[in-house]
């Protein structure tokens, strides 16, 4: 009865820790342009692990076609990518080549989860996170970051939104222009076996902080992420830690 109730976000008290901040939820929630932002106010680097199942799907596709694969081929391949730091970011190379367009083009798309469903690419893309994450003080989302990846991550946050709102954003990401209502439900239909094809691997940790993002801005998403890490480094607003 009289035991104390758990701090919601654990206080870090060195400042020299490096902060993991884990951001996961299902298919166009909006993790990576959040993460990118909250990366940026808080000077910490962003680390997109789907970009890296993303460049092992481009790298697969360009080595074995859209055929059948065996795992030691598609393992093979995926050892092609590379990351290259640039401004607190990583750019993910295949052979040395940038590929930003073929990575969210629709082959990619279409061929990633069965990438990303190969338990030798997850440990792949696992190790290769952990790495990049070394020694600094990361955003980092995905889908399990917050249960596989980083389980000790300071601050876990899911990211969710309805799924008509998700193909809704999606689609003017991609239009430039508000969709129709009929773009939008076929969107939505797509999204959604998306998110079934993804179900097994997109998990909310049982510490995340939950958002829905139905509703919000993409700013009020981010600052309600950045005051959460700042309670965490030690107090509202302030960005030294409390003294124990
Ligand atoms: O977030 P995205 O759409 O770029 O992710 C691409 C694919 O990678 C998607 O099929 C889900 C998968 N993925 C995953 O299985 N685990 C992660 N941590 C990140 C992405």
Same mark, same amino acid.
């Not at 020694?135 to 008509?164: N, Y």
């Given at each position: 009865?009289?035991?104390?109730?758990?701090?919601?976000?654990?206080?870090?008290? !060195?400042?020299? @820790?490096?902060?993991?901040?884990?951001? !996961?939820?299902? #298919?166009?929630?909006?993790?990576?342009?959040?993460?990118?932002?909250?990366?940026?106010?808080?000077?910490?680097?962003?680390?997109?692990?789907?970009?890296?199942? +993303?460049?092992?799907?481009? #790298?697969?596709?360009?080595?074995?076609?859209?055929?059948?694969?065996?795992?030691?081929?598609v393992l093979t391949a995926a050892q092609? &990518?590379?990351?290259?730091?640039?401004? +607190?970011?990583?750019?993910?190379?295949? !052979?040395?080549?940038?590929?930003?367009?073929?990575?969210?083009?629709?082959?990619?798309?279409?061929?990633?989860?069965?990438?990303?469903?190969?338990?030798?690419?997850? !440990?792949?893309?696992?190790?290769?996170?952990?790495?990049?994450?070394?020694?600094?003080?990361?955003?980092?989302?995905? +889908?399990?970051?917050?249960?596989?990846?980083?389980?000790?991550?300071?601050?876990?946050?899911?990211?969710?939104?309805?799924?008509?709102?998700?193909?809704?954003?999606?689609?003017i990401q991609r239009l430039g222009r508000?969709?129709?209502?009929?773009?939008?439900?076929?969107? @939505?239909? +797509?999204? &959604?076996?998306?998110?079934?094809?993804?179900? @097994?691997?997109?998990?909310?940790? =049982?510490?995340?902080?939950?958002?829905?993002?139905?509703?919000?801005?993409?700013?009020?998403?981010?600052?309600?992420?950045?005051?959460?890490? =700042?309670?965490? =480094?030690?107090?509202?607003?302030?960005t030294t830690p409390d003294k124990a």
């Amino acid at each position: 009865m009289n035991q104390p109730t758990p701090p919601y976000i654990p206080r870090i008290r !060195d400042p020299a @820790t490096p902060i993991v901040v884990a951001i !996961d939820g299902p #298919a166009a929630a909006g993790k990576s342009s959040t993460a990118r932002w909250v990366a940026e106010r808080l000077g910490f680097y962003h680390i997109d692990s789907g970009a890296l199942y +993303r460049a092992a799907t481009a #790298a697969v596709l360009r080595a074995c076609g859209a055929q059948q694969w065996n795992e030691p081929d598609v393992l093979t391949a995926a050892q092609r &990518v590379s990351a290259r730091d640039e401004r +607190r970011s990583f750019v993910l190379l295949v !052979d040395g080549v940038e590929l930003e367009q073929e990575m969210r083009g629709g082959a990619v798309t279409q061929n990633v989860s069965r990438v990303a469903q190969m338990r030798g690419v997850r !440990d792949w893309v696992n190790a290769q996170v952990r790495s990049l994450a070394t020694g600094r003080s990361v955003v980092v989302d995905g +889908r399990d970051i917050g249960t596989v990846v980083f389980p000790d991550a300071h601050l876990k946050i899911f990211l969710i939104a309805d799924p008509w709102e998700r193909a809704r954003r999606r689609l003017i990401q991609r239009l430039g222009r508000s969709p129709a209502d009929q773009q939008i439900a076929e969107e @939505t239909e +797509r999204l &959604v076996q998306r998110d079934a094809r993804d179900s @097994t691997q997109t998990v909310q940790a =049982k510490d995340a902080v939950l958002i829905d993002t139905t509703y919000l801005t993409q700013e009020e998403q981010v600052e309600r992420i950045v005051a959460l890490v =700042k309670v965490l =480094k030690g107090g509202h607003g302030r960005t030294t830690p409390d003294k124990a």
